[in-house]
């Protein structure tokens, strides 16, 4: 089937599977940026979506839905916040117990609401459709949350490269002790950035139930999504690019998993469905396993592969996962 | 900015940092203060920079008592600080660097100062370049210009030619003069005499926490390092020179990167038998000998050689140290040496060579209880590491030390002893060791180091400076060593 | 300076299980009204659940067996500060690589079978954590990720399986491989539904890991590791090689779980063959304290709250995932007091 895909449709649905993911993947990185992980990330999408699909159902706004998303997952920060800044807890522990938490809590709570029919954000097309080739046309009909999520990309880089605010976070995901001595507030700085990209991270669980996988259940279909989002945040280098390149990339997989099926009828179509998150994943390790052996190697000769270092290699903002305590 | 520090003293519990440390430093003059390690200079500007608080005495800045609570408050009144290691953010831009903590936003105009501020003192700074590629003396440079920036008044600068080029030095001096000609107090910390004398007007040699001399331009050293070391002790019956045997531990060109400034093209033979002393200032390089030895430190460059035998340059080096037996203490004991929540006990049975059978852990019982009796160690069995003292934790160490070990490495190995501990410290080590044990030890003090060795290695900016039996040379050459003085 | 005695510390502990017990409680009720579900009822069900009969008690167990194993296992990565998230693929490696020694032809011998499968599904564990903790050693990649990395790894393996070579004559199914022949099921005593054996190793398992970790020479120096591994360089310990080995361990714990999960519970293999207990094992670890006193007792609790609600949706149409939400539940408020706690004494 894949090859009944033509390029312009493949593109088309490569955005609109990787636009929740970006947007996902996207607030995890405002959150590391500044030095907290949220491990939460795979609970978090699913408690969200269950709460933007709920609220959505019952007030028949998806405004309210995408909005109610937002704020599940901000609720989340609130804990990974306090818990991490604030009592200086194991964020990697607080992280793994609310997964499991919000998950559960996501299927507990949205029972009722299962394999119901409910509001959908659709395609739209653009303003000026008519005017566009027919192929085009149809990479450029996407759905809302696609607009967002590129735009997210271009608001977050430029957050990151030309505002004071981004530089300050990024100073205290750096050298908190240091951003401390110049008078800035770490604590809050990051309490903010865990808000607003667990806030950010909820608005794509909503994505999901809104748009690319309308609806709820018991699987909802976004699970793993999260793993794959905390993943693309590391080996992305904490770079929106690239970060949102690798979210593409996974949704590809996706994507082709679905065609590749009658190329290969010896495999079960449930492998075909589970494989991109393997095959990302390791993709992931393998690119950094390379990078990290030129690195050590030291200045290599060859122009590739110092283009493909400087591409792929990443350096954690330093003071990820640990919590900074005042003198 | 005039600052007088008046009667200041600081205690730790019951150590005493800093007493009565009186010192005044006016506008525009660079006043230098100088000491050896632990002589309390790092403590007196922690309290100057908000940093610590003071036990006593009081602080006045233009005729006024300042409350230096907190960083920020030092900050608000003018004061800097440089520090040795910088405090900055190595993945981001010079420019970006520069900005961060500063009141003014515009891009534009911060680049603009950068760049004016740079030109006038003769420092080339890339605005954007990421500051992890730039060179120590570089980041020291932005972070100078951002304290001039933010309108520093008391500038004070901690040992700031470490690991600068002599081409940086000479842009570095000069800017200093420049500035301390606006008006701007200079504090200047260092090791280094003959620096202290290019630049300063004034100098306040600091010893165990107390003034021991103030002197102005012109300077003489000799003056000056008796004040830093103490006069040269009364002659003690000197241990007798040991026997020495065959070669035992060779450095070939050995260059190292660990401590801020390593080890460069360290070539040392030593023999069996033999008690080394080395001496030098925080940070030369003694450390990292020991650690090569001890096969915890990989050579960039060059060759460990161990007992004839060279040690590999990957993880497994410690453990080939250790099984020819070498035994190293590391300063830090508890950081290093020890487990904070294990017992002694415990440690007895890491240590422990022979597995019984089931891999069941050897009751290790009496036999700690015989190291606490014979090394005096106040604790039971049953305690902790974490809970015994600083001292305790040393006398532990050395209880646990390999008595059959043919070289020992210490790194301050009476740190945090009395008198009395230290002395039965070396009484262990040089008459219930075997004789043919080689030693080689590190001290900041200057006595222990011309009483216990047979030969004295003076290490400065990762150099060996000086390789001497003890009977050649004397403690005002090694003091002058110590602080980079050529003969 | 001699530490506290700990009689000091048993009021403290009290008064914070107490706290625990009222913020799970209350915020399990709050959740339950937010569900407009009747409260009590529900806490009711879940109790009848788990303990209204011989049967149902016996099925805890038959939780409770996988779980403490899978959780002696983490007790020896979290040792050496290991986050082995991984444990799930390895338990789906042992049970695979115990279903694959089960289909070996030729042999006859149903007790032979299940021995070379036993010995087969520690294997399978211990490789598949093996091959996370290089990934770790040798590749720098964290154990979380690489742990992942390869549960969905064992994921897609087990899918293939089911339903590639080994599906069912017929139509392939979720339902899993085909049943196993009965003499290739561990017994298990009439009305009860956890098999003798099961129970027998997870108490050796048990015994055993206490006294590999508090009494062997091999647990001291996991503990020196654990606490400061630059320091075990001077004892001649190298920590990498002992992070390799703390995983294995975890990975055979993980595997013997797996092996019991086909030969005594589903008597063939499915898709969850994990049914989620390596993760639920790293909760109840967490809750411990990771230490092994708590260990047994915790992990019959939580192995209570599943069974407990397995009737929840059939009784009160609620989703079984309560149970999910009181544990992980459990453990922040566990993190909670300890966090507030501690932040207390440091000021």
């Not at chain 1, 990479?139 to 608001?155: G, H, K, S």
């Not at chain 2, 972070?143 to 600068?157: A, V």
């Amino acid at each position: 089937m894949i090859c009944d895909l033509s390029l312009p449709v493949l593109i088309a649905s490569v955005l609109a599977a990787s636009a929740p993911l970006i947007i996902i993947a996207l607030g995890e990185t405002l959150s590391e940026k500044s030095g907290v992980i949220n491990l939460s990330l795979d609970g978090v999408v699913l408690f969200s979506a269950m709460a933007a699909f709920v609220v959505a159902k019952e007030t028949d706004s998806l405004l309210l839905g995408f909005f109610a998303g937002g704020c599940a997952g901000m609720l989340t920060g609130i804990i990974i916040g306090y818990f991490s800044i604030y009592l200086h807890l194991s964020q990697v522990a607080v992280g793994f117990a609310l997964s499991l938490l919000c998950r559960d809590l996501a299927y507990f709570l949205g029972n009722p609401y299962s394999r119901i029919q409910g509001p959908a954000l659709l395609a739209t097309k653009v303003p000026f459709y008519d005017a566009l080739p027919s192929s085009l046309q149809i990479i450029l009909t996407q759905p809302l949350t696609v607009w967002f999520a590129i735009f997210l990309i271009f608001a977050l880089y430029y957050f990151f490269t030309f505002t004071r605010t981004g530089l300050c976070l990024r100073s205290v995901g750096e050298n908190p002790a240091a951003s401390f001595a110049r008078g800035l507030n770490p604590g809050k700085i990051q309490l903010t950035a865990v808000l607003a990209g667990a806030f950010l991270v909820g608005i794509g669980g909503a994505a999901y139930s809104l748009s690319f996988k309308p609806g709820w259940g018991h699987p909802q279909g976004a699970e793993g999504i999260g793993w794959i989002g905390l993943a693309l945040v590391i080996f992305g280098g904490w770079n929106p690019w690239r970060v949102a390149i690798g979210a593409m990339l996974f949704a590809f997989l996706q994507v082709s998993s679905i065609g590749l099926q009658d190329l290969f009828p010896g495999i079960p179509a449930q492998v075909f469905q589970t494989a991109p998150f393997p095959l990302m994943i390791f993709t992931l390790i393998i690119l950094h396993y390379s990078t990290r052996k030129n690195a050590k190697q030291g200045n290599s000769k060859n122009k590739f592969q110092q283009f493909i270092g400087r591409v792929f290699m990443s350096r954690a903002p330093k003071a990820l996962g640990r919590s900074y305590r005042q003198e | 900015m005039d600052v007088e520090f008046q009667h200041i003293s600081k205690n730790f519990g019951s150590v005493n940092a800093l007493t009565d440390v009186s010192l005044t430093a006016n506008s525009g003059t660079i006043h230098g203060l100088i000491g050896e390690n632990g002589a309390g200079k790092s403590t007196l500007m922690k309290i100057l920079t908000g940093y610590q608080s003071k036990s006593g005495g009081t602080i006045v800045i233009n005729g006024r008592e300042a409350r230096l609570n907190s960083p920020k408050e030092a900050a608000v009144l003018g004061i800097g600080m440089l520090y040795q290691e910088p405090m900055d953010f190595t993945p981001l831009t010079v420019l970006e660097n520069f900005s961060l903590g500063n009141p003014e936003r515009n891009r534009k105009k911060l680049r603009l100062s950068l760049q004016a501020l740079a030109s006038r003192f003769g420092f080339h700074l890339a605005p954007d370049r990421a500051v992890e590629l730039l060179t120590v003396g570089e980041r020291q440079q932005i972070e100078l210009l951002r304290l001039i920036h933010c309108k520093t008044r008391l500038l004070i600068l901690d040992e700031p030619t470490t690991g600068i080029s002599p081409a940086q030095k000479k842009t570095l001096f000069p800017a200093l003069k420049h500035l301390a000609a606006d008006g701007i107090t200079i504090l200047l910390v260092s090791h280094k005499l003959e620096e202290v004398a290019t630049l300063c007007s004034e100098v306040t040699v600091l010893r165990h926490g107390s003034v021991t001399h103030h002197t102005n331009a012109p300077f003489h050293f000799p003056e000056l390092l008796k004040a830093m070391f103490g006069s040269v002790p009364k002659q003690k019956d000197k241990e007798a020179q040991r026997e020495t045997g065959a070669q035992i531990l060779q450095m070939q060109n050995v260059e190292a990167s660990s401590e801020r400034l390593g080890l460069k093209q360290c070539t040392v033979k030593c023999a069996e038998g033999e008690i080394i002393g080395l001496a030098g200032l925080d940070g030369a390089g003694q450390s990292t000998f020991l650690r090569l030895a001890a096969g915890l430190t990989i050579p960039d460059r060059g060759s460990v050689i161990l007992f004839g035998k060279e040690l590999p340059k990957n993880i497994k080096a410690c453990l080939q140290s250790q099984r020819q037996q070498t035994s190293f203490i590391p300063a830090d004991r508890l950081e290093e040496a020890l487990f904070a929540d294990i017992s002694l006990t415990d440690h007895f049975n890491l240590k422990e060579k022979q597995h019984s059978f089931l891999g069941i852990r050897n009751n290790n019982r009496v036999q700690t209880e015989k190291a606490i009796t014979t090394f005096s160690i106040k604790g039971e069995p049953d305690y902790a590491a974490g809970d015994l003292s600083g001292g305790n934790q040393q006398r532990l160490l050395l209880a646990l030390l390999d008595p059959e070990s043919r070289l020992v490495l210490l790194e301050n190995p009476t740190r945090g002893l009395d008198i009395r501990s230290g002395q039965w410290v070396w009484d262990y080590l040089r008459n219930k060791l075997s004789p043919q044990t080689t030693i080689l030890f590190s001290s900041p003090e200057l006595d222990e180091i011309l009483h216990f060795s047979d030969r004295i290695l003076v290490f400065h900016n990762g150099l060996i400076v000086l390789d001497r039996a003890v009977t050649d040379t004397s403690h005002a050459a090694i003091a002058a060593a110590m602080t980079g003085m050529t003969e | 300076m001699k530490k506290p005695p700990t009689t000091r510390h048993l009021p403290q502990a009290a008064f914070d299980i107490l706290s625990g017990t009222i913020l799970v409680f209350g915020f399990t009720a709050l959740i339950l009204l937010i569900a407009d579900a009747p409260v009590l009822a529900a806490f009711k069900n879940i109790w009848m659940g788990a303990f209204v009969s011989t049967a149902k008690v016996s099925q805890v167990l038959s939780v409770w067996v996988p779980l403490i194993l899978c959780s002696c296992g983490l007790l020896y990565t979290f040792r050496v500060n290991l986050w082995n998230i991984g444990i799930e693929g390895q338990i789906t490696m042992g049970a695979i690589a115990a279903m694959a020694a089960l289909r070996i032809p030729g042999i006859e011998n149903p007790t032979l079978l299940l021995i070379f499968s036993f010995f087969a599904s520690i294997l399978g564990g211990a490789t598949w954590g093996l091959l996370t903790g290089l990934l770790k050693t040798r590749g720098g990649v964290h154990e979380i990720f690489g742990g992942l990395g390869l549960n969905f790894v064992a994921q897609g393996f087990i899918l293939w399986l089911i339903f590639g070579p080994w599906k069912r004559p017929g139509i392939a199914s979720m339902s899993g491989t085909e049943l196993l022949d009965h003499d290739l099921w561990l017994s298990t005593p009439t009305g009860w539904r956890v098999a003798t054996m099961g129970l027998l190793v997870a108490g050796s398992v048990v015994i055993l890991t206490w006294l590999f970790l508090e009494k062997s020479r091999f647990g001291l120096k996991l503990k020196a590791i654990g606490q400061n591994p630059k320091a075990t360089l001077l004892y001649g310990l190298l920590p990498e090689r002992y992070y390799l080995k703390a995983i294995m361990i975890t990975g055979a714990c993980a595997g013997i779980a797996g092996f019991l999960q086909v030969t005594a519970v589903y008597h063939r293999l499915i898709p969850s063959i994990s049914s989620g207990y390596g993760y639920l094992a790293l909760l109840v670890v967490m809750l411990a304290g990771y230490r092994i006193l708590l260990l047994p007792i915790l992990a019959l609790f939580f192995a209570s709250l599943n069974v407990g609600s397995i009737q929840l949706p059939i009784v009160l149409q609620l989703d079984s995932s309560l149970s999910g939400v009181i544990q992980g539940c459990c453990v922040l408020s566990a993190l909670l007091i300890l966090g507030i706690r501690q932040k207390r004494e440091r000021s």
